[in-house]
């Protein structure tokens, strides 16, 4: 295939999502790999010297160009997936591994930069060393360490052959779990779904329709996808439907499931291979390891700080497990409050507390206008407008948006909102390209992914959003300015490269307050049927409510955290998965009665469906989000303090924070918006602890 013919190889911008095919694949990876392998050949010869502009022009560039490409791979495959185009992705994915490998583990330009890196030391700003391009080889020095450069024969290919070995482990983890959801139907009569929202009902049913169910009438088709688990989980009468959604789900991939997707195999071979690498490296386990380029200093550090805040929650956690129990008992009929029962008895005490409902909130957060209002909020803060523009898209429902700074257009993003088969489940922000002034002299500016699993809309009405949806709207939203308002122009520091992975919540944490604010409410709601926006008396229940079971929220998170550093802290972790795991519920949860019993099911089994550990780059880095609370919080108070809608403090933050991207540490970054070192005073505040 031909630039002309292969859309993974035309350069156009953007690119052309929906002409790529999985026959478009290999050929590409042929063509570009071999280009990247030349200019790695290229630089570390003897006719590139060791300088910076140099190296970048006959190394980067080739780089860059693969490893978007592959970025369009990964991503469709995230999106869309299919079996063939699997099976592409599949087959050239050792070959990315293998080169990825080799080029962080060269010695030849590890010396090479070394070269540059020593020039830069005794040079200064006019010399062409500054700042963003000190940061940039200081970050590579490390990186090649941590990549192996300094190993040698049998150990320098051991290396190679864990990297391969946990990428494939890693990915195959990853389907399991979309194809275990994905396979999952319960075929129910609509009897069984009182108390399930309208629209939830109106989705089931069109899923039974499409399977050729339409007979007998009131058939409908639930899926393990989240806009229908969730509400079913939450506010559907029928305990034994709860019970049964709640077992497919917390099994998922797992022993209890089918074989073939089993994650029980992979998740002990991943942790053995790392922690064999950590101990080629150098380290005496994967934490240690992982902790390296990140805030945190030691696991130890991380385990004082997620007991900490355990500590600090557990006393209310306890009191509201212990009031939920009463509740459920005295008013549900429920005296053996279950797993599958806490969502649903929780949706009702919060009703009967507050007179709130999610479901009532619901009605008011209409996705154009929660859009509008979002969109509206940037451009108050950050001097930005963002307008729909039009692009090649992988699924008629994702739009394309380019942000405008006054005239000049400085990013563009993808928003694909809504859940459907072939979708990896969960949000997330991913780069599409990274703004970066090329070695040719032209300015590529940023575009990212903002993905979302939100309910589609039905029929001619407009998808509605949960508050929770809403919070995680702004959640990813953060990560994408903090990668669309970088100012830094070198590559490896630009937007969130090169951020330490502890801190990259902070920006995405940050937005999550603005959910809250009455004016930035106002301009997010609007009835789905009367086009009111949230009346003053619904917010102020809403307010009421919203520490409602925040201890038990942060013990869910405090949980997960810790389980992922003793998995990546304890060198023999791999043959106890599921003993960690038992062992660190017991610790931070709640007993769920007087006699101790265990906080979850025996047969539940998160670990297997964990993506963030195990195929999502948070490997002894889950504690991130609790760390970054610290810091997002902090932040946040600044705001409170000059007004939440301050122009100037959003100028700050924006040209603190957003703007230096990864070209400074993260610490500094904060220092220079607050004026100081973070405190946790502001977090324990907004969680209600205090």
């Known amino acids: 295939m031909t630039t002309e013919t292969n859309p993974l190889l035309a350069p156009t911008d953007p690119p052309d999502f929906a002409a790529i095919r999985p026959e478009h694949v290999t050929p590409a990876v042929d063509l570009l790999l071999a280009a990247a392998e030349a200019g790695l050949e290229r630089a570390v010869g003897p006719d590139v010297p060791a300088d910076y502009d140099a190296l970048a022009l006959v190394l980067d560039v080739p780089v860059e160009r693969l490893m978007t490409a592959w970025g369009q791979v990964c991503h469709l495959q995230s999106v869309a997936d299919t079996q063939a185009l699997r099976a592409a992705h599949a087959e050239n994915l050792p070959r990315i591994i293998d080169f990825g490998t080799r080029l962080g583990s060269d010695a030849r330009l590890y010396a090479k930069t070394r070269a540059v890196a020593e020039a830069a030391q005794g040079s200064d700003a006019s010399a062409g060393f500054d700042v963003e391009r000190r940061k940039t080889l200081s970050n590579a020095l490390r990186d090649f360490v941590l990549g192996g450069a300094e190993l040698q024969g049998q150990a320098r290919k051991r290396y190679a052959a864990i990297q391969d070995r946990t990428g494939a482990l890693s990915q195959r983890f990853g389907e399991h779990v979309l194809d275990a959801t994905d396979a999952f139907t319960l075929d129910v009569p609509e009897a069984r779904l009182a108390g399930v929202p309208d629209d939830v009902l109106a989705t089931a049913k069109a899923n039974a329709k499409a399977a050729g169910l339409s007979e007998p009438e009131g058939i409908c088709r639930l899926t393990l996808q989240a806009p229908c688990y969730g509400p079913v989980l939450k506010l559907a009468d ?10 497919a789900y917390a099994t998922r991939a797992s022993e209890f499931g089918p074989p073939a997707l089993d994650n029980t195999a992979l998740m002990r071979e991943l942790l053995a291979l790392r922690q064999e690498e950590a101990l080629l490296l150098g380290h005496p386990t994967y934490a240690d390891l992982a902790l390296t380029p990140k805030m945190a200093r030691s696991p130890q550090e991380v385990l004082d700080f997620i007991r900490d805040l355990a500590g600090r929650a557990k006393p209310a956690a306890t009191a509201e497990l212990a009031e939920l129990k009463a509740f459920a008992a005295a008013e549900l009929g429920l005296p053996d409050l279950q797993a599958w029962d806490r969502p649903f008895a929780s949706e009702k005490l919060k009703q009967s507390r507050y007179a709130f409902s999610g479901e009532e909130l619901r009605r008011y957060f209409t996705e154009p206008r929660v859009l509008q209002g979002l969109f509206k909020l940037l451009e108050t803060l950050f001097e930005i407008s963002i307008r729909a523009a039009s692009a090649p898209v992988w699924h008629p429902s994702v739009r394309y948006f380019r942000v405008w700074r006054g005239d000049n257009a400085v990013a563009a993003f993808y928003l694909d909102l809504h859940a459907r088969p072939g979708k990896q489940s969960g949000a997330w922000m991913d780069s599409a390209r990274t703004r970066w002034m090329r070695p040719e002299g032209a300015l590529q500016l940023p575009v990212a992914h903002l993905v ?37 122009e070198q590559l490896a520091v630009s937007g969130i490269s090169g951020v330490e992975y502890d801190a990259v919540e ?76 038992e062992a660190v519920s017991t610790e931070v949860q709640p007993a769920s009665d007087a006699g101790g019993a265990p906080f979850h099911p025996p047969f539940y089994r998160y670990p297997h469906s964990f993506g963030h550990v195990f195929d999502g780059g948070y490997a002894a880095g889950y504690y991130g989000y609790a760390w970054a609370l610290v810091l997002s919080a902090d932040a946040y108070s600044a705001f409170e303090e000059a007004g939440v809608l301050d122009a100037a403090t959003g100028a700050r933050f924006r040209e603190q924070i957003l703007e230096v991207g990864g070209s400074r540490s993260a610490m500094e970054s904060f220092k220079a918006f607050r004026g100081r070192e973070p405190r946790i005073d502001a977090l324990l505040r907004h969680q209600g602890l205090t």
């Open 238 to 247: 029928d305990r034994d439907l709860r019970e049964q959604l709640f077992r």
């Open 452 to 488: 979302c699993n939100f309910a589609p809309p039905v029929g001619d009405q407009p998808a509605l959003l949960t508050h929770d949806d809403v919070i995680t709207l702004f959640h990813e939203f953060g990560h994408g300015l903090h990668h669309m308002l970088t100012r830094v």
């Open 506 to 581: 902070l920006p995405s944490q940050f937005m999550e307050n603005y959910c809250w604010e009455w004016a930035v409410l106002q301009t997010l709601t609007e009835h789905a049927d009367t086009g009111a926006a949230l009346p003053r008396a619904l917010y102020d229940r809403m307010i009421a409510a919203r520490h409602f079971q925040n201890g038990l929220q942060l013990l869910r998170q405090a949980e997960f955290a810790l389980f992922d550093m003793r998995l990546h802290a304890e060198a023999d972790a791999a043959e106890k998965v599921q003993a960690i795991c």
